[in-house]
């Protein structure tokens, strides 16, 4: 056992806060049960910890540069304390002003939560990942440098903050170490939401002293508004990929498709998230192909950012979020559709649906929905013929936590599976209990320096353990047996975790999206839909 | 940023070791990369029918082309890419393509 770490030691200088050994972390499900060989976080090369701010625990999600000068980390103290301030002002914090101030003051440190973190759990309980560890951080210092906490009411509380960039810098990255899947604040019995928390902390980082991870705002917002796609994709592409998928759509049903784009008053905008033409493009076909065949009036837009339904803003800046929420609205408006239907993501659900009503107001407040309830109604109206024998294979769910938790979609999903799938079992726990698949508020698309490996090692943990246990009936990779994640964040999680841990060799597990098993389903289709990698 | 010496030059690379300047790539620079990274040496018709197919791509769209459409396209299945690739499409060849590294979901 070692010493428990404090609120304090953030603040101390020494290499790293905290060495995660392989022996330590949470037990792992048969074919997993034996040697640590897959629990090994990688190391930073030494000029990486020269260069970059690495002494939390040795991984770099954001890698901060060392400032040059104690004159340049005091500037960025500085910011950080004006920038909390701000946090805490109506005037500057209109999104999130309320759950935020009361995240901070009713915490009754009962720490019910900590075992329902996923993070926190599968890392063997290290205490700089416990859910209420950077909470009480920042509850500390606001407490101590802008409430003006008393020297006797903070011995008597035990706060012993200290304020200085090292405390900053670690907490920079420890707001890279949650996935915002709030399981925490779903077990508060008073709602405290320690993803909030989290979210804020990368939001003045963000805001107020530019410091966020390079793929979720240089590469991704940045680079979403200015080229249309956070992938990069021009429109160009977009129409290039779009004619692709019409010919592999012929290929394989023998139909002939026009994908609609840019169709005035059509009565649903359908938005995907841009990966999915990238990485799974038979993903958005087999959309193409189910609204077809139920004879639904749909349009994609080729507009910039209009074929891109991501927004990274969600995770980590509010300006960059509004942004892109009130250019997808925009879109949708001046193509005169009923309304947004968005595809499989997770977080788009999150954005576009929930927050994004936040800003968006008069006209701009086009009704927006999940593709799910649509997709059950299709399902079962008949117009498509399915074989679920086509099926005939151990299908397991997984649930993006913004699709139960956030917004409670949970039956749709599960209707259509059992209609489809005659094999179709439930990980434990689903639904709105689900655990994130560990790539989660960007994580997934964060793939540089040794954060891969951290992400594969301890936060899909969990997850990896759930889908494993699933199968455990029939582990043997010679039976052929999907894990259906309806969301292409998840999808790129179980595509890196999967391969990492060899997954589809030692237990014959792959991965798909929901479209992609219902159109599986239609009678007739000459081939199977489904490719096993 | 750190630098590399690649085809006898100095050329600035990211943490990932994705070239950071395009202007510097040519074909003696994608064999160095792919001798690195892949431990290819020297490349063959077919890894430069690959990366010359994504250079193409990338040059027209400002992205690399979609897995599936490179395999398509190329008669490649999957599974050779990786046998030519060990590391994959994206971090073995486009950074052999001399592209920077997929950004978004993909």
């Given at each position: 056992m070692t010493e428990k770490i404090t609120v304090q030691d953030l603040g101390k200088p020494c290499e790293q806060l905290i060495d995660i050994k392989a022996g330590s972390l949470m037990a792992l499900p048969y074919p997993y049960d034996g040697a640590n060989d897959h629990s090994t976080i990688a190391q930073l090369k030494e000029e990486q910890k020269k260069r970059y701010e690495a002494s939390l625990d040795g991984v770099l999600a954001i890698g901060i540069p060392k400032p040059a000068s104690p004159a340049e980390e005091k500037a960025l103290v500085a910011k950080f304390l004006s920038g909390l301030s701000k946090l805490l002002d109506k005037n500057d914090n209109w999104t999130f002003l309320q759950p935020l101030k009361f995240s901070l003051e009713y915490c009754a440190r009962c720490q019910t939560c900590n075992e329902a973190c996923p993070i926190f759990v599968s890392s063997g309980r290290q205490e700089i990942y416990r859910p209420t560890y950077r909470a009480e951080v920042l509850r500390q210092i606001v407490d101590k440098y802008l409430h003006g906490q008393s020297k006797f009411s903070r011995w008597f509380l035990g706060n012993n903050v200290e304020l200085n960039w090292t405390t900053i810098s670690r907490l920079a990255e420890l707001s890279y170490r949650c996935t915002i899947c709030r399981r925490c604040a779903q077990t508060c019995p008073v709602g405290i939401d320690n993803g909030l928390i989290t979210h804020e902390l990368r939001k003045l980082f963000s805001q107020e002293l530019g410091i966020a991870a390079r793929e979720l705002h240089e590469v991704g917002t940045m680079q979403h508004l200015k080229v249309g796609s956070s992938t990069g994709m021009k429109p160009s592409a977009f129409m290039d990929i779009k004619k692709f998928m019409e010919e592999e759509i012929e290929e394989k049903t023998g139909r002939k498709i026009e994908i609609p784009v840019d169709k005035k008053g059509a009565d649903i905008l359908l938005i995907h998230n841009a990966g999915e033409y990238l990485s799974w493009p038979e993903n958005p076909a087999a959309f193409a192909i189910i609204f077809d065949a139920a004879g639904l009036n749909w349009t994609l837009s080729s507009e910039?950012?209009?074929?891109?339904?991501?927004?990274?803003?969600?995770?980590?800046d509010d300006v960059q979020f509004s942004r892109i929420a009130i250019k997808h609205a925009q879109i949708a408006k001046e193509l005169k559709v009923n309304k947004i239907v968005v595809g499989e993501c997770g977080h788009a659900h999150k954005a576009l649906i929930v927050i994004a009503d936040r800003v968006l107001t008069g006209d701009l407040n086009i009704p927006r929905e999940s593709c799910m309830p649509l997709l059950e109604e299709i399902v079962f109206s008949g117009k498509l013929k399915l074989d679920p024998m086509r099926n005939n294979f151990p299908v397991t769910l997984?649930?993006?936590?913004?699709m139960v938790r956030l917004m409670g979609i949970v039956s749709p999903q599960r209707r259509i599976l059992r209609e489809i799938a005659p094999q179709f079992r439930e990980m434990t726990p689903h639904g709105v209990e689900n655990y994130c698949c560990g790539g989660g508020s960007g994580f997934a698309i964060m793939q540089s320096m040794n954060f891969p490996s951290w992400r594969s090692v301890i936060s899909g943990r969990m997850k990896l353990k759930q889908v494993v246990d699933a199968f455990q009936d029939v582990i043997s990779p010679d039976v052929k047996k999907f894990v259906c994640a309806p969301?292409?964040?998840?999808?790129?999680?179980?595509?890196?975790?999967?391969?990492?841990?060899?997954v589809g060799a030692k237990c014959g597990i792959n991965y798909t999206g929901l479209v992609d098993l219902i159109v599986n389903a239609m009678v007739d289709l000459k081939q199977p839909y489904l490719e096993v990698d | 940023m750190p630098k590399t010496k690649l085809a006898g030059m100095e050329i600035e690379i990211d943490e990932d070791g994705f070239i950071q300047e395009p202007d510097k790539w040519s074909k003696e620079v994608a064999e160095d990369l792919a001798k690195e990274e892949s431990s290819v040496h020297p490349m063959s018709e077919d890894h430069w029918r690959l990366v010359n197919y994504i250079r193409d791509y990338y040059i027209k769209f400002g992205v690399a082309p979609p897995v599936r459409m490179l395999c398509k396209q190329n008669k490649f299945e999957l599974k050779y890419v990786y046998e030519m690739f060990p590391k994959g499409p994206a971090a073995g060849a486009c950074k052999v393509a001399g592209l920077p590294k997929p950004t978004g979901c993909v």
């Open positions: 910039l950012v209009g074929y891109d339904g991501v927004n990274y803003g969600v995770w980590y997984h649930d993006p936590c913004n969301c292409s964040n998840c999808k790129g999680q179980f595509r890196d975790l999967l391969n990492y841990y060899d | -």
